[in-house]
Nanobody
């Protein structure tokens, strides 16, 4: 599967952005989908993840209540709605897909085999 992420940009603190990740290929429902982010010099960290069925969701503590992951099977697209953005949310955001992730490993970077190119989010104070 090929992933293409877009929707990043510059936003003021307190603002909102919606990231999109379009997946090519078949069997979108068979992939767990997630969003990760990375700040230069730091490890990539999971932000939010959705199980293959979309029924089980994972959120990093730092974004709970502010970010929402969702998926549209008809469009083969996963979204990350980000609200109440903070300067600490500034990073490059990547979408990822996995056929191997289970509920207990949705947050594990190594189970994701397919990655989008990243989209940059900058939150100004």
């Amino acid at each position: 599967v090929q992933l293409q992420a877009f929707g990043g940009g510059l936003v003021q603190a307190g603002g909102s952005l919606r990231l999109s990740c379009a997946a090519s290929g078949r069997n979108f429902r068979s992939y767990a989908m997630s969003w990760f982010r990375q700040i230069p010099g730091k490890e990539r960290e999971v932000v939010a993840a959705s199980r293959q069925s979309g029924g089980t969701l994972y959120y990093a503590d730092s974004v709970k209540g502010r970010f929402t992951i969702s998926r549209d099977g008809a469009k083969n697209t996963v979204y990350l709605q980000m609200t109440s953005l903070e300067p600490e949310d500034t990073a490059v955001y990547y979408c990822a897909a996995s056929t191997r992730a289970i509920v207990s490993t949705l947050h594990v970077t190594s189970v994701y085999d397919y990655w989008g190119q990243g989209t940059e989010v900058t939150v100004s104070s």
